[in-house]
Every structure is written in C-alpha cells, then in structure tokens.
C-alpha cells in the first residue's frame, strides 16, 4: 500500500473513531433521572401486603406512582435477585431500613422502595424471603421500568424529595454500594432541598 | 505490515462490537462491570434436540471445580437433579443465573433436588467466573474437553462450541422429566422451574 493509501485507511479509522466517541452508551441512552431532575411517568403494581400499603400511605392494595408515597424522601434502589452485588448489599440496604425505623424523626418521612429490574413477583419476593426485606419490593418483569431509568447497572440508588403539593426532584442518584447506612442517610438528608426539609 | 493492518482492523471491529451491542438488559450486576463481554444477540436455539420427556438421561462424568469428577449416576436414588447448560463464563445472561439460583437454594432443598452446573469452558476460566460470583453451593463441571461431548448427548452443543442455556429435570430413577432448551438470550423464569421441580418431587 502506497502512502496516499496508508493515509486513506487512518482517515477512516480517526472517522470511525471520532463517530464512536459521540455515540452514545446504549445504557446511558436517555440516562438516569439526573439531580434536579424529576422520575420518568411509571406505575408499581399493588404492594402485596397491608404492611407495605400502610408503610407507603396508600389507601389500599392499589398501583401507584412512586411520588404518591405518603413521604418526603424515597429512596429508590434498582436491584436484581440475580445481581451478586445487590445480594450483597442487601444487608446494608435492611440496615438503613432499620436506622430510619428507629429514628422518630425520620421514619414517617423518609421511605424505601425496591424495584426488581426484569425480576418476577416470585423472584422478587425469594429476594424479599431470603434477606428478611421488610421495605416494599416491586417487580419489573419485563424491564419496562428499569428502561424508563436509563438502563442503570445494579444495584443503584435514586433519592426524591416529595414536596406537599406531591411534585418531586431527585436529590441523589448513584451506582453501586451505599456504603456506611448511616452517613449514605445523612449524606442524602443534608442535599439541598426543592422546597421543604425533613 | 499486512498483518498488523489487519490486526488493527480486527481490534476496530471488536471494539465498534462492544460499542454497539451494549444494551442487553442483563447482566446488570455492577459486581461485573467491565467483565462482561457483550456478544449482542444470537440465534435464539442453534442445536437438534436429542431427548424427550421420559427417556433415561444419558450418564457422564465431568471434572468439577472442587477437582473431584461429578457423575450424574452418584444422584440416582437420593436427588433429583436440575442440569442447568449455560452457554459461556463472563456473558451477559449466564453471569446472573447461577447467582440467582445461588441464594435460593432452599427452593431446591424444598424438592429434594441440586444442581449441577455445566459449561463448555475449562475449569481455570470457570474458577475465575464462578469467584467473581462469590461462588455457589451447586458442582460446576467442566465440558471442555473432549469438547461439548456432554452438551452434544443432551442435544444442546451449538455449531460454535458452546451449549445451549438449557434446563434438563432428572428425577432419582435418572428419568428426563422436564427439558426448557431456552432462548439463549434470555433467562429462563424461575417459577416455571421450581414448579415443574415440584411436580417431579
């Protein structure tokens, strides 16, 4: 190959190159719901048992958007029963659970909810048995919410505020381990806040 | 020169694969964030069926990751048997079955039935895997070599070498009782799995 060659295979390749690096992650394609930002439109099926219902402040067993949970703060965790590293954190999610059960200043205020990325009701509550969950946990079977969220890795955790008059911003948004329950609580209850505090 | 072109070129290729072909919904797991090589989608079934419900599963002996060979016939009389094919280590679907049936475990129990676990790869590359898990508590035997020769008497060894994602239901007479020779893209569900092990208990 000749150098006027040599130089018109580098061109398509910095091309190609230049083209990929503007193209975005499939996963990242619309992305999580940013900080400021609001949760994309979905319905979570009806909590299965009274303790949930009562736990979210609903009426009864009924579906219902997230921003419609009797809270001023959700946190949201997107898991798998499938996803070793959600297994794994499984016990430091109930440890936070149980912190803000014990506060009495937090625990009507600040909730947590689960939601099973292409997980079943089966899979969902053999998750739920396993750990001793005792937040509410929803499935998502058919992957439906989690492509609503922009195709998140697992676990990940997405935190609103819920103003009185039930519009909600997201406050925190991570991939990963909470890391220590109580200083994620504090890191998460000191983000500045869209209307009022807890 | 020709070669290192196209050695380049090779490595284009494979990196706009891995660019394009990243928005599988599985193995999501932030546990294998960058190990997972995503393949894209494949023929959903690439192999003939050799068994049916009811006939005697055929035996064999697998070296297994504790180093002991597992047989099935060491089952006969005493568990039902659940052999789960997964295709490859390091892939997307396969990377999150096992860890799944990993922590039910009990299900299991509850119908007096283990799992064996097999793949075509050998057993240094499915102890890597298999750790990056955390581990499990079922055998993982290895269909290296001779290659696929387990996968092929099931009717599950694809023309690449690897197995299909396929569940076979051993019951203790080592009868074939339930077989989900599954689309390899997806996971198969577990109720239908646990259920149908119900019925064989």
């Known amino acids: ?198 | 020169m020709k070669k290192t072109m196209t050695s380049r070129v090779v490595a284009l290729v494979a990196c706009c694969a891995l660019l394009g072909l990243t928005s599988s919904a599985l193995g999501l797991s932030e546990q294998f964030q960058g190990r997972i090589f995503q393949g894209g989608k494949l023929k959903p079934v690439d192999s003939q069926p050799k068994l049916k419900v009811g006939d005697k599963a055929p035996d064999f002996t697998l070296p297994s990751l504790s180093g002991e060979p597992v047989s099935l016939h060491q089952f006969l009389g005493k568990k039902n048997v659940v052999i789960s094919f997964v295709p490859a280590a390091w892939t997307p679907v396969c990377s999150e079955q096992w860890p799944g049936y990993n922590i039910v475990k009990g299900l299991f129990e509850a119908a007096d039935a283990t799992i064996i676990g097999i793949t075509t790869d050998n057993i240094a590359t499915l102890y890597a895997w298999t750790e990056q898990m955390g581990g499990v508590w079922f055998p993982v035997l290895s269909d290296f070599w001779p290659h696929g020769e387990v996968a092929g008497k099931y009717g599950v060894l694809r023309s690449g070498g690897v197995s299909e994602r396929a569940l076979f239901i051993i019951d203790k007479q080592g009868i074939v009782r339930y077989i989900d020779i599954h689309d390899i893209n997806e996971r198969p569900n577990l109720e239908t799995l646990i259920g149908e092990l119900q019925k064989v208990k």
């Open chain 1, 1 to 198: 190959m000749n150098q006027r060659g040599y130089g018109a295979v580098w061109l398509v390749i910095l091309a190609i190159a230049a083209g990929m690096a503007f193209v975005p992650d499939c996963r990242a394609a619309g992305g999580p719901p940013g900080v400021g930002g609001v949760l994309p439109e979905f319905v979570l099926p009806p909590p299965q048992r009274m303790e949930e219902v009562q736990y979210l402040g609903l009426k009864e067993k009924v579906s219902f958007k997230i921003p419609e949970t009797r809270a001023e703060v959700v946190i949201v965790e997107i898991f798998s029963m499938y996803c070793p590293f959600c297994q794994k954190e499984a016990p430091a999610v109930n440890q936070l659970y149980q912190i803000i059960a014990n506060r009495a200043d937090l625990k009507d205020k600040v909730k947590i909810i689960g939601i099973g990325a292409g997980n079943s009701q089966f899979e969902v509550n053999a998750f739920r048995d396993l750990y001793r969950i005792a937040f509410p946990l929803f499935p998502d079977t058919d992957f439906s919410v989690h492509k609503l969220l922009g195709e998140v890795r697992t676990p990940y955790f997405i935190v609103i505020r819920i103003k009185p008059d039930k519009t909600h911003s997201v406050i925190y948004s991570q991939v990963g381990a909470i890391g220590d329950p109580g200083q994620f609580l504090e890191k998460i209850l000191s983000k500045p806040a869209p209307g009022k505090g807890v």
